[in-house]
């Protein structure tokens, strides 16, 4: 399964980069506005959008709220997927590996 995400904000997104028919479902990333064209989205795609590269020796830790009625606030953990809408907000924090 293929997913465009699309680490560009708002302002910074070429037109020439739209998928013709393509919905686009706007997210916000460590408070960065993000637009990707799927309507879920894993943890890893979630930590690419704020760090990308990922480090090696670092945990990441993924928080979110606006999320769907059935979850709308919560955390997710490595191999997670979760069901996004529009204008959910997810926090990514890095933490070295004692």
Same mark, same amino acid.
Request: glycine share 6%; hydrophobic share 30%.
């Given at each position: +399964?293929? *997913?465009?995400?699309?680490? @560009?904000?708002? =302002?910074? @997104?070429?037109? =020439? ?6 919905? @686009? ?9 993000? @637009?990707?064209?799927?309507?879920? %989205?894993?943890? $890893? ?7 990308? #590269? +990922? ?5 990441? $830790? ?7 009625? *059935? ?5 997710? =953990? ?9 204008? +959910?907000?997810?926090? %990514?924090? #890095? $933490?070295?590996? =004692?």
């Amino acid at each position: +399964m293929n *997913k465009e995400i699309n680490t @560009h904000s708002k =302002s910074e @997104h070429p037109e =020439s980069e739209k998928k013709e028919g393509a919905v @686009h479902i706007t997210i916000f990333v460590n408070a960065r506005e993000r @637009h990707i064209t799927e309507d879920e %989205v894993t943890y $890893t795609e979630v930590v690419l959008l704020a760090y990308d #590269p +990922m480090e090696e020796n670092v945990i990441y $830790t993924v928080s979110y709220k606006g999320g769907p009625k *059935k979850k709308p606030a919560g955390t997710l =953990s490595p191999g997670d997927i979760i069901e996004v809408k529009s204008g +959910m907000i997810f926090n %990514v924090t #890095p $933490t070295n590996k =004692s």
